[in-house]
């Protein structure tokens, strides 16, 4: 999967940038400064008119796929909802060296962070190991702390995979159609730890979106950051209906195993959990 040309330019990727974070936002997954957001880039691009000042940076961990990459990427503390008000104060750019170990960080006269978001280094591992084995010339990451998915990963019946899938996918048709290798469980690690960066990477092999447990999501696309923010809001409107349901004595039928497995037969969806 890889974008043809005419490839989006930068604004228009700044600016879907902005709507993705206000989408997270409207949906109530980003309280003050939560969440994140990078998109990452394997076409040249001029980005020095919008973002000049330069700054050179160490990469967390080596990103050897990405070598002259570009990476977008929201900065440290910065409020999802005001990234489309004014994206160049509240994005930077780095364009990663011919080696992947260091970057070139482009911010703007304007910025209102002097570094990247705190979770970089997942956004860099995922980033580099989806270029590694998809070949993609363009990936998008999007994490957010959805409330419904976040409390049920507080219950411990729900910290198990299968049972989570279960159980959100039983709602709406299209769960299973937008998240066919549903969504990934992490139990609880620390934001930012080498343990959380590691243990994502791999869900996001097989997965589209991983719920980090007692914190929140991260989701990937190799088409638009909008398609990333779409996975979130099909699983956390799955994980409302299961609040709700828990609320209401678990009264609903959800969709049974046979109702699955005709919707999965008639939109021919890739997928081995019903
Ligand atoms: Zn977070």
Redesign the pocket.
Known sequence: MALQQPFPDLDEIITSIGAGGDRVAAIDASEGA??NISVCVGWPMEVRRRFPIIEEIQLPQPAPHLADHIVIVTGSGRRLREIQVDPAANLGVVRISSDGTAGTLHTAPTRLSERVTS?WNSHIAVHDDTVERTGTNFHAIV?A?PPRLTYLSHIPEYADEAYLNRRLLRWEPETIVNLPAGIGFLPFML?GSAALMTANVVSLRTHRIVLWAK??VMARSSISVKRAVDRIEYAETGASYEYMDLLNGGRAEGLTVDELRAVVAAFDVDTTLV
């Open positions: 939560a969440g979770e994490h702390q934001p914190h929140g």
